[in-house]
């Protein structure tokens, strides 16, 4: 039987994104969002929840452009002080000793040690109560090629990307393979 939870914030998994701009004067900044994926397939689109009260709200605002950097299981720790830190009172990068790397093709930085990154460019915004979705654009993914496997493609096993437990306020690893989408509940329906 289950038990009622009532209305919260928990949905499994929760992924941990990190959200990289620009302020007015153009010093990097880059944020831990657990409020977020993929939201359109045509054009490519990635929405991310954050309030108005963050840095990084002002900073989309003002840029209309964000990127979206997923770091691997053995930078939680660095993922981690990105949601604790504000970039209004210190460089986080710095601090994190992390290195923004600037973007040929949005105006916003990623984290240059992080594995996997999306670019986008602000395609709407959507307010929700507490917090402004912003849907961003895909623009472009890039991915350092030890994540790609033989096809050119990032595997989730490479990548290790870090999961968010909202209630318990824990980070998770990703387990293993199970099986091939859009497959393998085929097998038994015939």
Known sequence: MKKSLGAK??????????VGTYDKAGKPNAM???WG?????????VAVSIRKACYTYENIVERKAFSVSIPSDT???????????????????????????RSELVDAPSVEEFPFVLECTLF???????HTQFIGEIIDI???????????????ARVRPILFAPETRAYYGVGGYLGKAFSIGRKDKK
């Open 32 to 34: 831990t969002v657990a």
């Open 9 to 18: 914030t928990i949905l499994y998994p929760t992924p941990v994104l990190i």
């Open 37 to 45: 994926g993929i939201c359109c397939s045509r054009p490519p689109c």
């Open 142 to 156: 890039k991915a350092e090629e030890s994540v790609l496997n033989d096809k050119g493609v990032p595997e989730m």
């Open 124 to 130: 709407d915004t959507i307010e929700i109560g507490l």
């Open 75 to 101: 930078q939680v720790a660095e993922a981690d002080y990105l949601g604790i830190a504000s970039g209004r009172d210190e460089d986080k990068f710095a601090l994190a000793g992390l290195t923004p790397a």
